[in-house]
């Protein structure tokens, strides 16, 4: 089986703590069919229409039989996320 285009919207959420302030937590990953569906909601995060305080719109190549997984392009950030590394 050839690779396939995977788009993954991954929401971030505030979460209290016993003590300190509120954790930046990375919620429940969103597969999308497209870049379109996984851009109209970054732009919900982003016009604050939702609960998230941010996220991360990511596609990335997998072949699932050959095991491969290509490295991850990041195609939007919007509102609080956690730094990525390069």
């Not at 929401?11 to 497209?34: H, M, N, S, V």
């Not at 109209?40 to 990511?58: D, I, M, P, Q, S």
């Amino acid at each position: 089986m050839a690779a396939t285009q995977r788009i993954v919207f991954q929401p971030y959420a505030r979460r209290k703590q016993a003590r300190g302030a509120p954790k930046l937590e990375a919620c429940t990953p969103i597969l999308c069919r497209d870049v379109e569906e996984g851009m109209h909601r970054a732009e919900k995060v982003a016009a604050g229409g939702t609960l998230f305080v941010g996220a991360h719109l990511v596609r990335s190549m997998v072949d699932e039989d050959a095991g491969d997984y290509g490295e991850p392009e990041i195609l939007a950030a919007v509102g609080d996320v956690p730094d990525v590394e390069d």
